[in-house]
């Protein structure tokens, strides 16, 4: 399920992404009891977070939407190029541990400089 999407911003600028999970015939995933999270890294290798994307499944579950909404301060300081994200879902049993984990998006993200400060 894992789909690939470039995400391209502006340092220090906030931006606001609407994703949607779906099947291969192109109905939504129903998200119902998932949970999403993801992270901007150097490479896929690298050990260091850039910065987390802040994801959430909307409340309508059945729609598959998945809410991205970065801040500016998220991308400050950050030097200008190319880095790699990944999305997953995941679900949490009763003991608090994860049950299933999946990655729902990977992709770059393409970070531009801003002009006015």
């Known amino acids: 399920m ?3 999407y470039n995400f391209n911003l502006i340092a220090g600028s ?5 994703l ?3 099947n291969s015939d192109s109905t939504y995933i129903n998200l119902s009891g998932f949970s999403c999270r993801g992270q901007v890294r ?5 050990p260091t977070v850039l910065f987390n994307l802040p994801a959430t499944i909307d409340p309508s579950y059945i ?7 970065i801040t500016g301060n998220s991308t400050t300081g950050i030097p200008c190029g190319t880095y790699v994200h ?3 879902i995941f679900t949490t049993g009763s003991n608090g541990l994860e049950n299933y984990t999946s990655k729902f998006l990977r992709g770059y993200v393409f970070i531009d400089p801003e002009v006015t400060r």
């Open 2 to 4: 894992s789909d690939k």
């Open 14 to 18: 906030s931006a606001n992404f609407v």
């Open 20 to 22: 949607y999970a779906t």
């Open 42 to 46: 150097y490479s896929y290798s690298s």
């Open 63 to 69: 729609s598959g939407r998945v809410n991205i909404s």
């Open 86 to 88: 990944d999305l997953e």
